[in-house]
């Protein structure tokens, strides 16, 4: 799809969200608690929404791709437990360092890779996305690479608040380590306030009517852990306690 059908439909999508909001306000619907899929990560066109970056960019040596595996796609046995689907799915991946080029030692700190979907225009402004009507981020991921970096990940949320380089933020903690796919679902209310990197004293309600972006991020520099990193993504989504199992439930804890 062109950039310009891109843009077109999500001015659509927002012209449909408004409609649906002055009928909430009317009364004329219930708020729908289904699950919802945000983002899939199964073609390039969808990968090719979402940003990449890492401490390279500012004089740090480690690297970061966002890549379809087309592997994947052929591997039934990986794949059944996201339904076996003859689909490629993405995996975010590179080398984690802790140094940094020569010259900034002892000014810079290495260890950063990540990725979020990119900001998302329309004639009626940026698009974003509403889950006040669900209490879990559903993630579908495949973790792998060096163990060492099995658990320095982060999933990241920005929203259209009033302080812009806000960030929610919420540790990755994965039961599987078989290289298989597995559900992951965080209650939105476990997601702590950061800024700069740093965690906030004034910990507020998130606003999650309007979410402008989600990512993950792997922070070896925090953790010290370095090594190559590898974690597949099929899809990012919003659900209720009611269409998952409780033993599936994301413990209540943070960071």
Known sequence: MSHLGQYLNRSAQVLRD???????????????????????????????????????DIGGTSTVHLELDQNIAKDKDNNASIGGQATPTGVFWGDMRLGVKHGLEGRLRGG?????????SSLFG???????????????LRLGGDPSTHNSYFCNIQT????????????????????????IYI????????????????????YREKIRSIGISLLGGNSGAAGRYELGIDSIGVTNDEFIEPTARGEPRRM
Not at 126 to 140: C, K
């Open 187 to 206: 209650p939105f209310d476990n997601f702590v306030r950061t800024n700069s990197g740093e965690v906030s004293d004034a910990q507020i309600e998130m």
């Open 160 to 183: 259209d608040g009033p302080i812009s380089t806000d960030l929610w933020q919420h540790r990755l903690y994965f039961k599987r380590r078989d290289g298989t796919w597995e559900d």
């Open 112 to 120: 950063y890779a990540g990725f979020r979907n990119k900001k998302r």
């Open 126 to 140: 940026e698009l974003t996305e509403d889950v006040s009507n669900h209490r879990y981020l559903a993630l579908r």
């Open 18 to 56: 408004n409609a649906a909001r002055m009928l909430l306000m009317r009364g004329a619907e219930i708020p729908s608690r289904v699950p919802r899929t945000l983002f899939t990560f199964n073609s390039q066109e969808e990968l090719n929404a979402f940003a990449t970056g890492c401490d390279a």
